[in-house]
């Protein structure tokens, strides 16, 4: 059974840091792409950072520059480095993973399986 879970989230002040982290299990992750989406209360889920098997690494427009997505395949974990936050960054960050490649993930934004989820808080 596949399982993805999420820890790290927390509050913040506005300009400070959080790293996220997802632990997955049930099965060999190393050849799927995995990522980081994020839903802030009265908006839709949305896509933050992707990364594929081989390390290629995607972004949001909005996190560019700020937040840095990797993956330790040894330890089948995803991690999401986040540095100046800003308040728009509050929302509950899902780790997830695509078997079809980060090509599907960043066309189609559903991946095969997601975490429960982790909230960040950021204060003004």
């Known amino acids: 059974q596949v399982q993805l879970v999420e820890s790290g989230g927390g509050l913040v002040q506005a300009g400070g840091s959080l790293r996220v982290s997802c632990a997955a299990s049930?099965?060999?992750?190393?050849?799927?792409?995995m990522g980081w989406f994020r839903q802030a209360p009265g908006k839709e889920r949305e896509f933050v950072a992707g990364?594929?098997?081989?390390?290629?690494?995607y972004y949001a427009d909005s996190v560019k520059g700020r937040f840095t997505i990797s993956r330790d395949n040894a330890k089948n974990t995803v991690y999401l480095q986040m540095n100046s936050l800003k308040p728009e960054d509050t929302a509950v960050y899902y780790c997830?993973?695509?078997?079809?490649?980060?090509?599907?993930?960043?066309?189609?934004?559903?991946?095969?399986?997601w975490g429960q989820g982790t909230q960040v808080t950021v204060s003004s």
């Open positions: 990364i594929s098997w081989s390390g290629g690494k």
């Open positions: 997830a993973v695509e078997t079809a490649g980060i090509g599907v993930m960043l066309r189609e934004g559903n991946p095969d399986y």
């Open positions: 049930g099965r060999t992750f190393s050849r799927y792409a």
